[in-house]
């Protein structure tokens, strides 16, 4: 780490902003005066952090972006890393379960909503089923008892003129899945 800037602040009223790296990282605003919340165990940290990063523990960071309002009204003040990304062509529009429906998504839920994209005309590229279709994270192939079947969810969504999304963390496995029970080590 290497210090890039100071910014004078009234410790009882500043606010600075954390932003993680990818969904799960902690993302939030704290109060100066709170200190920045860190992942309380190594698998925490690794599913929360980049792997090869430890954000220090008395220390605010942010992956890629860092806001602060100093507290003094003079304005925030916002840190950003260089994207160095090309640019590309135009995003789809997508439409995801999780955040509506978690881990309790069914497939009456999907064809819901796949029914009322086409009523209100909206113009989603992409439906994502997240996490909850399977029966336990780690047992991609096996669905939940809220889903007939994934193969006719995905059809009907393909019969839309749409791509299918489906959500998977290959490197994760629950202690009471299938893919566990058979592969402990």
């Known amino acids: ?20 790296w990818q969904s799960w990282s902690p993302s939030t605003s704290y109060p100066l005066h709170a200190g920045p919340l860190r992942p309380r165990t190594e698998n925490s940290r690794i599913m929360n952090c980049r792997q090869d990063t ?6 605010f960071w942010g992956e890629g972006l860092l806001a602060v309002d100093p507290g003094d009204g003079s304005g925030i ?16 529009t997508v439409w995801c379960s ?9 497939e009456d839920d999907i064809f819901e909503n796949l029914a009322a994209m086409d009523d209100l ?4 590229d992409v439906v994502q089923i997240d996490d909850g279709y399977q029966v336990e994270i780690g047992d991609w192939l096996t669905e939940s008892s809220r889903f007939a079947s994934l193969e006719s969810a995905v059809a009907r969504i393909r019969g839309t003129g749409r791509r299918v999304g ?20």
């Open 1 to 20: 780490m290497h210090e890039i800037d100071r910014i004078r602040v009234a410790p009882q009223s500043a606010i600075v902003y954390e932003h993680g």
């Open 54 to 59: 430890r954000p220090p523990a008395d220390v």
């Open 77 to 92: 003040v916002v840190f950003s890393a260089a994207a160095g990304a090309a640019p590309h062509g135009e995003s789809p």
């Open 98 to 106: 999780w955040y509506q429906y978690f881990r309790k998504v069914t």
């Open 121 to 124: 005309g909206l113009d989603v």
């Open 166 to 185: 489906l959500w998977l963390a290959p490197f994760l496995v629950s202690p009471r899945s299938a893919v566990y029970a058979e592969h402990p080590g």
